[in-house]
């Protein structure tokens, strides 16, 4: 990215924190406490997950038998559907059944495909009234903005701002102040447009092939009014939408609410076979009228058939659009879907949708806010792996750049598998392992000349590395040089419980080897027979950068070496959470399944390793006792996801530790992402509840490099890995 590009980036974020921040962050993380506490009370949840994305992969697999066949349904109720290309086409279509009926005006429910093809402008542009009957999304028709959220359109906009848009447009005899004046405001106001309107639109949550069944879920019921009051209903719905029947629904409507606002099941679920032979209702007389009644189902592709052709981002269309990928992420938490966003969809699953039916141009402003946490892959009930999608279109991204004016300048120099073109700031962070190799055998100088004013200057202006943001420093002997130097192993395999390779990452071998030496004590005092061979880079650095062909050869070396041991029948240890989730998680992405699986199945985090030999008669006064001392800990985002953090807790909580965890979802520092200009600000911003949350305490343990550096940087006091606090000293 280049140096106006970055600041004026950074300006716009900066912008959007201070004004809309507030607002967004409230709303999206009560959202995502609520979920946490609807599906802590429904033990189904996780079952009815894989169940939900069965279907979805089977629907989509049949997509045209399920399009024929609602057809036909549709056909017979007395309905009409209409496949449309495209948004101008979908359109069109629109603007043609309006003309046919003499339509002045129209009222809408919410629906962000409607939003996609923007139909309320097409309408206008043709002299139609159109009235967002959601109050969110009337909102925001006053304020004439874009949603911010896929299910909280309004949700960047506070009470007060809402009361004074209304009280500016509106000018209401009394103003306007609480939520239930504004609520009575509204719901009177859009009222008499839906009695006068002459047609209302509604999107579709699904559609039941078999029945010709529009399903819609809401809370306000508007919806239905918009439905069946005017007399003549058009219901626009991706082509996704499909659901093979009534049998299909059920696990949807128990996912839907409780993934998207925390509830049971919506306020209203809407279940509409359109019969057009139902009698239309004339408000004048109170008498029911003695029109006609039409309906047409348009189904839009809009690109919806190529991304079900494309291996990579076919999960896109199991989405169900509840908007917890959003709630969960911190940095959305922070700044909302006008920055983490694009046309039209926002959140993390924003990019799988932008890119396929706007184009990928459309995800390049916002698709680094994607860290990779990996906090919504758990919280999505479709099981979409979201961090996966925004990774492959960060990989297409990269690759339709112009080479960087400074390529030249490393392109031959630095080991990665991408052809030129990459900007530099993506190559160095993609190839950290070749520059902590070089820094490590340069120490001190390297550390010297890296904190210098004149050095750090180049660094923001030809990489975007932010120079308020302290660098890591590099160790002149890494951790592989101590263990050999120490001669190896204390523990000879022959008096050993287990055999254990500690994966030397990056950031422990070059940057952190006290942890190592920790992990190699602590495992050893354990009765582990250790060892620490040289083992490249997981390829978690180049991933992060959208470098996926480098990432998945660093895979294949990683396992290339590691195969010997595994096949010995030694452990796996990882320090570095985000190696440790590298190998659980995306090496199925990268290598062959078989081997995927073989070092998934060795590999243990170094907590979960050490309650592993603690359950099974290890000493537990081999490490350092507790004896009741508080300490503050910050799992892992990715650690979080897979579950590993716990081990921590769990270890710390039976050597005595008095144990107090933070719920926010993410440091905000993610590996790069709080080095670049561009995102300093925002990465502070995520990780100042943390830091807050743990101001009052003595003792900070956080297991990953980068949580740690954040809450170094900001409690300005050591923040160490756990296994250094515990293991023998
Ligand atoms: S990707 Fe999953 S969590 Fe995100 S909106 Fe879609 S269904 Fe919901």
């Known amino acids: 990215m280049s140096r106006n590009a970055d600041e004026s980036r950074a300006e716009r974020i900066r912008a959007i924190l201070e004004t809309e921040g507030p607002a967004v962050s409230a709303n999206a993380s009560l959202l995502n406490e609520k979920r946490y506490d609807a599906i802590d009370s429904f033990p189904a949840y996780d079952e009815l997950r894989s169940e939900a994305r069965g279907i979805k992969e089977d629907a989509i697999a049949q997509l045209p038998e399920l399009i024929d066949r609602v057809t036909e349904a549709v056909e017979d109720n007395g309905g009409t559907v209409y496949l449309a290309a495209d948004a101008a086409d979908a359109n069109a279509y629109v603007e043609s059944v309006a003309a046919d009926r003499g339509v002045d005006s129209v009222v809408k429910s919410k629906s962000m495909t409607t939003e996609e093809i923007e139909v309320n402008d097409h309408l206008e542009s043709r002299e139609i009234d159109v009235w967002e009957t959601d109050l969110g999304e009337f909102v925001l028709q006053v304020a004439d903005e874009a949603p911010s959220h896929l299910v909280g359109p309004a949700m960047h906009k506070s009470r007060a701002e809402i009361a004074a848009l209304f009280n500016g447009h509106f000018e209401p005899e009394e103003p306007l102040e609480t939520a239930e004046e504004l609520t009575r405001f509204a719901r009177d106001y859009l009222g008499e447009r839906i009695r006068e309107a002459d047609m209302g639109m509604t999107g579709a949550n699904f559609v039941l092939a078999e029945s010709g069944t529009i399903v819609l879920v809401t809370n306000e019921g508007n919806a239905r009014k918009s439905a069946v009051t005017p007399d003549t209903h058009v219901a626009v719905a991706g082509v996704e939408k499909l659901l093979p029947s009534v049998a299909e629904l059920e696990p949807f409507v128990q996912l839907i609410a409780r993934a998207a606002t925390g509830q049971p099941i919506a306020q209203y679920v809407s279940m509409l076979s359109p019969p057009t032979e139902s009698p239309t209702l004339d408000f004048e007389s109170d008498e029911l009228g003695g029109g006609d009644r039409e309906f047409h189902l348009v189904l839009l592709d809009n690109g919806r058939f190529d991304l079900r052709?494309?291996?990579?981002?076919?999960?896109?269309?199991?989405?169900?659009?509840?908007?917890?990928?959003?709630n969960s992420?911190?940095?959305?938490?922070?700044?909302?879907?006008?920055?983490?966003?694009?046309?039209?969809?926002?959140?993390?699953?924003?990019?799988?949708?932008?890119?396929?039916?706007?184009?990928?141009?459309?995800?390049?402003?916002?698709?680094?806010?994607?860290?990779?946490?990996?906090?919504?892959?758990?919280?999505?009930?479709?099981?979409?792996?979201?961090?996966?999608?925004?990774?492959?279109?960060?990989?297409?991204?990269?690759?339709?750049?112009?080479?960087?004016?400074?390529?030249?300048?490393?392109?031959?120099?630095?080991?990665?598998?991408?052809?030129?073109?990459?900007?530099?700031?993506?190559?160095?962070?993609?190839?950290?392992?070749?520059?902590?190799?070089?820094?490590?055998?340069?120490?001190?100088?390297?550390?010297?000349?890296?904190?210098?004013?004149?050095?750090?200057?180049?660094?923001?202006?030809?990489?975007?590395?932010?120079?308020?943001?302290?660098?890591?420093?590099?160790?002149?002997?890494?951790?592989?040089?101590?263990?050999?130097?120490?001669?190896?192993?204390?523990?000879?395999?022959?008096?050993?419980?287990?055999?254990?390779?500690?994966?030397?990452?990056?950031?422990?071998?070059?940057?952190?080897?006290?942890?190592?030496?920790?992990?190699?004590?602590?495992?050893?005092?354990?009765?582990?027979?250790?060892?620490?061979?040289?083992?490249?880079?997981?390829?978690?650095?180049?991933?992060?950068?959208?470098?996926?062909?480098?990432?998945?050869?660093?895979?294949?070396?990683?396992?290339?070496?590691?195969?010997?041991?595994?096949?010995?029948?030694?452990?796996?240890?990882?320090?570095?959470?985000?190696?440790?989730?590298?190998?659980?998680?995306?090496?199925?992405?990268?290598?062959?399944?078989?081997?995927?699986?073989?070092?998934?199945?060795?590999?243990?985090?170094?907590?979960?390793?050490?309650?592993?030999?603690?359950?099974?008669?290890?000493?537990?006064?081999?490490?350092?006792?507790?004896?009741?001392?508080?300490?503050?800990?910050?799992?892992?985002?990715?650690?979080?996801?897979?579950?590993?953090?716990?081990?921590?807790?769990?270890?710390?909580?039976?050597?005595?530790?008095?144990?107090?965890?933070?719920?926010?979802?993410?440091?905000?520092?993610?590996?790069?992402?709080?080095?670049?200009?561009?995102?300093?600000?925002?990465?502070?911003?995520?990780?100042?509840?943390?830091?807050?949350?743990?101001?009052?305490?003595?003792?900070?343990?956080?297991?990953?490099?980068?949580?740690?550096?954040?809450?170094?940087?900001?409690?300005?006091?050591?923040?160490?890995?756990?296994?250094?606090?515990?293991?023998?000293?």
């Open 309 to 326: 052709e494309d291996d990579e981002l076919r999960e896109t269309l199991y989405c169900i659009r509840c908007g917890a990928c959003a």
């Open 329 to 729: 992420c911190a940095n959305f938490q922070s700044v909302g879907g006008h920055a983490f966003g694009g046309e039209t969809y926002t959140g993390g699953i924003a990019t799988g949708w932008e890119a396929g039916v706007h184009g990928a141009e459309s995800v390049a402003e916002f698709n680094d806010l994607c860290t990779g946490c990996t906090r919504c892959v758990n919280a999505c009930p479709v099981e979409i792996d979201i961090p996966w999608i925004n990774t492959v279109v960060r990989d297409r991204l990269n690759r339709g750049q112009d080479p960087d004016r400074f390529d030249h300048l490393v392109d031959g120099l630095l080991p990665d598998e991408e052809a030129p073109g990459f900007t530099l700031q993506k190559r160095l962070f993609g190839n950290f392992e070749s520059l902590a190799r070089v820094g490590s055998a340069t120490a001190p100088v390297s550390n010297r000349l890296a904190s210098s004013r004149p050095v750090r200057a180049v660094l923001e202006r030809a990489v975007g590395i932010d120079r308020r943001r302290e660098l890591p420093t590099f160790a002149r002997r890494t951790l592989i040089d101590w263990f050999d130097a120490r001669g190896g192993s204390r523990v000879a395999p022959a008096d050993a419980t287990r055999e254990a390779v500690v994966y030397p990452d990056t950031y422990t071998n070059y940057l952190s080897p006290e942890r190592g030496k920790a992990t190699v004590r602590a495992l050893e005092s354990l009765g582990v027979a250790v060892r620490v061979p040289p083992v490249g880079e997981s390829g978690r650095a180049p991933l992060s950068q959208g470098m996926v062909d480098t990432a998945r050869a660093r895979a294949s070396d990683v396992y290339g070496s590691l195969a010997e041991h595994v096949d010995a029948g030694r452990d796996v240890v990882v320090i570095e959470p985000s190696d440790h989730a590298m190998i659980h998680r995306e090496y199925e992405r990268l290598l062959p399944a078989a081997s995927a699986r073989r070092l998934r199945e060795s590999s243990y985090d170094v907590m979960e390793y050490v309650y592993g030999l603690l359950e099974n008669g290890a000493d537990a006064d081999a490490l350092r006792a507790g004896d009741g001392e508080a300490v503050a800990y910050h799992g892992h985002c990715q650690g979080r996801t897979l579950g590993t953090d716990a081990y921590a807790v769990a270890v710390l909580e039976r050597l005595g530790y008095d144990v107090r965890t933070s719920d926010v979802e993410c440091c905000g520092m993610a590996g790069s992402f709080g080095y670049k200009r561009a995102y300093y600000e925002l990465s502070v911003d995520v990780g100042e509840p943390l830091a807050d949350s743990f101001a009052d305490a003595e003792t900070v343990l956080a297991s990953g490099t980068s949580c740690g550096e954040q809450l170094e940087a900001l409690l300005e006091r050591p923040a160490r890995h756990p296994i250094e606090h515990v293991g023998p000293q």
